[in-house]
């Protein structure tokens, strides 16, 4: 489909220094980032005391205009169970929300047409076209058809069975896709192995990482935390049912991305309620194990939500934590390899015919070719031929694409990266051989998502796993020109500095909250100095600071 509108924002002031806030008042943007100290991974820290009580969770601080309420329903206390691997989960039916208020009464009124895209209980794995990949373990009970829904996991009331499934419907959900090889782990050994995994990853980053998952049913939310030590923790929310969840996903993603709302909060109420559902229930557990990276494995639906602009009332979730999008941890590259002072394989596209042109993207190759090296090629230079070649050469770890994709729904050969002469079908990206010699990052920086569309989802959450790249970066939505010169210009100088690739995006995305990154006089401001714009591109002053220029980009697969 033909890219939406990319013009500009004017505002009536730039302050582009960040300013220090501890809370969101009703008339100004939200606050400055914090500072985030990292884990000591000297020692093994002790395994903290999990309260076995329903987590209470206090109702979040409204933050939005009048004319924009926060939802008045107030999540109550979720079902929480802590198991240690193998452990019955019985999470405890807890009371339902109070439905009555503004927001609530508009959510009910919602077109619910979104729901009805979304496979039903009994999750679908067949995908038009195409029969889902053998499993790999032949022997395994989720091959022979044991589990063939979210709900018949949950009955097992057990975290081993439960991981196991939710891993395996994932792994054939998106090889059928993808079409490429499933795997199902081995169930007795998947959690340990997992959390093995995190515990060698923190020492060798420094960062404490968690795996989440969020199961949507048609009753409820289920939310699943796989920490690197200790027990792994459940909560079930029935006020997030699927009746109620998915139209606060549309409404968040239509209040951020409507340009008449760019310079407003209208956005916050439906931030701050998923925010509620989603993660509140899990925060002291978060915050008591120390974990600063999430790995969110999320149901269809759920793929498209901006998660970095989730609100709590005080701030957004990015400003507490880095993530990654995966299909499953079980599919998840986790060879860590350090990207900084990595040269980058740059190449992009700001001409076209029928697409809207991207005029700022022969400054953006400029600007990371400046920051981390390698060569650039842009419009005519830029076709398949070129790209194979480069890559070919094995100097590359990271390939940076600037030009229009499009996840479409439907089968995978409609989603699409757009070259010079021709278009890179997803279905095409496994011939790239990306994964020898190993890219590390793939970003693709003018890309775009159909909202609730299954399809698209998997083409946009499965980037990464098909063209064999450890990690892709990409937008959900179109964003406008100059707010993408800006985050990338960031993006690339904050990799820099040895950080992992979550932190990285963290740390560009808070630069833009704070006003750290903008317009101003002609001028690309951003941490690391000023660039001026060439006379070709005329855009007013401005700062980046909303969440349509920054919560689109979305880190899928590796957050390291």
């Not at 709900?151 to 069975?161: G, P």
């Not at 991305?257 to 998923?274: D, E």
């Not at 590259?333 to 990595?342: G, L, Q, R």
Request: proline letters at 7%; charged letters at 15%; a neutral charge.
């Amino acid at each position: 489909m033909a890219p939406t509108n990319r013009s500009t924002v004017s505002t009536t002031t730039e302050p582009m220094a960040p300013t220090n806030r501890s809370t969101v008042s009703t008339t100004t943007e939200p606050m400055a980032p914090t500072n985030r100290s990292t884990v000591s991974t000297t020692t093994e820290p002790a395994v903290p005391a999990i309260d076995s009580n329903p987590l209470s969770i206090a109702p979040g601080s409204t933050a939005g205009t009048a004319a924009s309420p926060a939802p008045s329903a107030t999540p109550t206390p979720a079902a929480k169970s802590s198991t240690t691997e193998g452990e019955d989960l019985q999470p405890r039916n807890v009371p339902r929300l109070n439905t009555s208020g503004v927001a609530n009464d508009r959510i009910l009124r919602l077109d619910s047409s979104i729901i009805s895209n979304l496979p039903s209980s009994e999750l679908q794995l067949n995908v038009p076209g195409s029969e889902p990949a053998p499993a790999a373990n032949s022997n395994s009970r989720l091959a022979l058809g044991y589990v063939s829904s979210p709900d018949r996991l949950f009955e097992t009331n057990d975290i081993q069975k439960i991981v196991w499934g939710v891993e395996g419907l994932r792994n054939q959900e998106f090889a059928s896709y993808l079409g490429i090889k499933s795997n199902v782990p081995d169930e007795q050994l998947l959690v340990p192995t997992f959390q093995e995994t995190l515990r060698n990853i923190e020492q060798q980053t420094g960062k404490r990482s968690g795996i989440i998952y969020m199961v949507s049913r048609v009753d409820r939310l289920e939310l699943i935390l796989i920490p690197p030590v200790g027990r792994s923790i459940h909560y079930s929310v029935p006020e997030a049912n699927r009746a109620a969840l998915f139209p606060v996903v549309k409404e968040l993603r239509d209040e951020i991305t409507t340009p008449a709302k760019r310079g407003t909060t209208s956005y916050l109420p439906w931030a701050q309620q998923l925010y509620k559902w989603a993660i509140a229930p899990l925060e002291k557990d978060l915050e008591s194990l120390g974990i600063q990276t999430l790995l969110l494995s999320v149901d269809p639906g759920l793929r498209s939500v901006p998660f970095a602009a989730l609100h709590d009332g005080k701030g957004f979730l990015i400003q507490k934590y880095s993530f990654s999008l995966i299909p499953s941890f079980s599919a998840t590259n986790t060879n860590y390899k350090s990207v900084n002072n990595t040269r980058v394989l740059a190449m992009g596209r700001s001409e076209f015919v029928d697409k809207k042109p991207l005029p700022s993207v022969p400054l953006e190759l400029k600007a990371i070719s400046g920051h981390l090296g390698g060569p650039f090629f842009l419009n005519s230079t830029f076709t398949l031929d070129t790209l194979n070649s480069e890559y070919a050469k094995g100097e590359f770890r990271i390939v940076h694409l600037a030009t229009h994709a499009e996840f479409q729904p439907g089968k995978a050969s409609n989603s699409y990266i757009q070259l010079w002469n021709s278009k890179l079908r997803l279905n095409e990206m496994g011939s790239l051989n990306w994964g020898n010699p190993q890219v590390d990052l793939l970003v693709l920086s003018a890309c775009t998502t159909a909202l609730g569309d299954r399809e698209a989802e998997l083409g946009f959450g499965g980037l990464a796993v098909k063209s064999g790249a450890a990690s892709a970066l990409g937008s959900l939505w179109y964003v406008d020109d100059g707010g993408t010169l800006g985050l990338m210009s960031e993006f690339y100088y904050q990799l820099r500095g040895g950080t992992t690739k979550a932190e990285t995006l963290q740390l560009a995305q808070q630069a833009m909250i704070a006003r750290q990154v903008g317009i101003k006089n002609q001028q690309l401001v951003t941490t690391a100095g000023n660039l001026n714009l060439p006379a070709n591109i005329k855009q007013k002053n401005q700062d980046f600071s909303h969440p349509y220029y920054w919560s689109s980009f979305t880190l899928i697969g590796s957050p390291w």
